[in-house]
Nanobody
Framework: QVQLVESGGGLVQAGGSLRLSCADS????????VGWFRQAPGQEREFVAA????????DYADSVKGRFTISRDNAKNTVYLQMNSLKPEDTAVYYC?????????????????WGQGTQVIVSS
């Protein structure tokens, strides 16, 4: 059973930075596309960023372009989301997801496995 584990969330002031990590303890994450999604209270889960299996292709939601960077270290079987210039509207639970393919569309329905999420709170 695939098990994704997110870490790195927390409380940060507006303008600050956080780095989220997503690790897979059960399979080689380097063979699959990985995405980050987020869900704020009362809202639907939305796409944030995605990275292909090699890291050669990335995609971002317009709301985070230029501020967030997704990357992967396949030697560590980990995917990261570096979040800079954080805004209060970035407050949400952030989820890591992986697909059984090397690249998928930025749609949550394309992903097969999900982590439990990590809370990010950005204070104004």
């Amino acid at each position: 059973q695939v098990q994704l584990v997110e870490s790195g969330g927390g409380l940060v002031q507006a303008g600050g930075s956080l780095r989220l990590s997503c690790a897979d303890s059960t399979r080689t994450l380097s063979s699959y596309a990985v995405g980050w999604f987020r869900q704020a209270p009362g809202q639907e889960r939305e796409f944030v960023a995605a990275i292909s299996w090699t890291g050669g292709r990335t995609d971002y939601a317009d709301s985070v372009k230029g501020r967030f960077t997704i990357s992967r270290d396949n030697a560590k079987n980990t995917v990261y989301l570096q979040m800079n210039s954080l805004k209060p509207e970035d407050t949400a639970v952030y989820y890591c997801a992986s697909a059984d393919r090397t690249w998928v569309r930025p749609d949550r329905r394309e992903y097969d496995y999900w982590g439990q999420g990590t809370q990010v709170i950005v204070s104004s």
